[in-house]
């Protein structure tokens, strides 16, 4: 499989996640929407945002203290989604505008 570029990966704002464009199969008929989702990668991002939680829980970083504020009044299981979430527009715009990432730290 070839590396995504960003005009493979589709962001509606107000979605539940990302939709990545498949090649048109030739040898077969397509089967069902191609406009599912992908349920690995959204797996994937639910997979990164748990492991990177108790990390970014104790950050100083803006992040923390937005994931802080959101464990305070959801459930932990809310608040990985969530930063799934936040992580994949993240991404998503860094694909879009061709940019790397730069943590912003938290104003003194």
Same mark, same amino acid.
């Given at each position: *499989?070839?590396? #995504? $570029?960003?005009?493979? =990966?589709?962001?509606?704002?107000? +979605?539940? +996640?990302?939709?990545?464009?498949?090649?048109?199969?030739?040898?077969?008929?397509? +089967?069902? $929407?191609?406009?599912?989702? +992908?349920?690995? &990668?959204?797996? *994937? !991002?639910?997979?990164?945002?748990?492991?990177? *939680?108790?990390? #970014?829980?104790? $950050? %100083?970083?803006?992040?923390?203290?937005? &994931?802080?504020? &959101? #464990?305070?009044?959801?459930?932990?299981?809310?608040? =990985?989604?969530? &930063?799934?979430?936040?992580?994949?527009?993240? =991404?998503?715009? !860094? !694909?879009?505008? %061709?940019?790397?990432? %730069?943590?912003?730290? =938290?104003?003194?």
């Amino acid at each position: *499989m070839s590396a #995504l $570029s960003p005009a493979d =990966v589709i962001w509606r704002p107000g +979605s539940a +996640s990302f939709r990545v464009r498949s090649p048109p199969a030739d040898d077969h008929a397509s +089967s069902g $929407s191609r406009n599912a989702g +992908s349920k690995y &990668l959204r797996k *994937m !991002l639910i997979q990164g945002a748990r492991a990177a *939680m108790p990390t #970014l829980r104790k $950050s %100083e970083m803006r992040i923390g203290q937005w &994931l802080r504020g &959101l #464990l305070a009044r959801a459930h932990s299981n809310t608040a =990985v989604v969530a &930063l799934a979430a936040k992580m994949a527009r993240t =991404v998503w715009a !860094l !694909l879009r505008h %061709e940019r790397v990432y %730069e943590p912003a730290a =938290v104003a003194a």
